[in-house]
């Protein structure tokens, strides 16, 4: 089974690619995850990245497209995969179906949620992670993934884990460049959106209701 998800930073669509990968037991495999990993470690693609992902600006396509392509051919990646967070322009979008017609695979599902600019940029705000699993969602702003409280701060609601907030989701300008990079229909993400919408069918779920009916209506349309 492959999956691709698109939504705006702070659509959900982590959360939501959480729900998918359970029901099909693929790897989530996040391009902002992936960084953020090499970053802590230190690894030269970590130092590449950096400079880049601070600003909110997307690392350039000669070191991310390769990235994914050779995560794709990993062994846990062997059965499908539900990629998350690229492709993230138009030339990403050719070259992962470029590359994925030369492999003779097929895309059984594209999902897109949908939700508007100022709604995303509040609920990003509010998101924290969770040092124990990138997949507990936590956000300070949504009553549904609210924090748990412990001595006076918040903790994973998951599993009691320590928080904390992105630097990238803290910062209006960066968040800015995210969306407008997300927004745009020329070169940008719903490029690569409507580049799919031309080739294969796109379901498309309203991000704007709460988290459990958000998971609800994807379920529905991926039975
Ligand atoms: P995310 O966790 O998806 O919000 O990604 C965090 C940051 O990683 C982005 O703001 C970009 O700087 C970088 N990034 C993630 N995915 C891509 C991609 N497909 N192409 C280029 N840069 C990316």
């Not at 950096?50 to 497209?65: C, E, F, R, S």
């Amino acid at each position: 089974m492959n999956i691709l998800i698109f939504g705006p930073n702070g659509s959900g669509k982590g959360t939501q690619g959480a729900v998918v990968q359970k029901k099909f037991g693929v790897p989530h495999i996040e391009t902002g995850v992936i960084f953020r990993d090499n970053i802590k470690k230190g690894t030269d693609l970590g130092k590449k990245a950096k400079a880049y992902i601070d600003k909110g600006d997307l690392v350039p396509d000669d070191i991310t497209v390769p990235m994914i392509l050779n995560r794709l051919k990993e062994a846990d990646a062997k059965n499908g995969w539900l990629l998350d967070g690229f492709p993230r322009n138009l030339a990403q979008a050719e070259a992962l179906y470029k590359a994925l017609q030369q492999a003779g695979m097929k895309l059984d599902y594209v999902i897109e949620i949908v939700l508007d600019r100022d709604t995303s940029k509040k609920r990003i705000m509010g998101r924290r992670l969770c040092a124990n699993d990138n997949n507990h969602p936590n956000n300070i702003f949504i009553d549904a993934i609210k924090p748990a409280k412990k001595d006076g701060g918040f903790v994973c609601r998951v599993c009691g884990g320590s928080l904390s907030a992105r630097a990238d989701d803290q910062d209006e300008s960066a968040i800015d460049k995210r969306h407008s990079i997300y927004y745009d229909t020329k070169t940008g993400t719903l490029s690569a959106v409507n580049y799919f919408k031309d080739r294969v069918k796109v379901l498309e779920v309203d991000g704007l209701p709460g988290v459990k009916e958000v998971s609800e209506s994807l379920l529905k349309k991926l039975a």
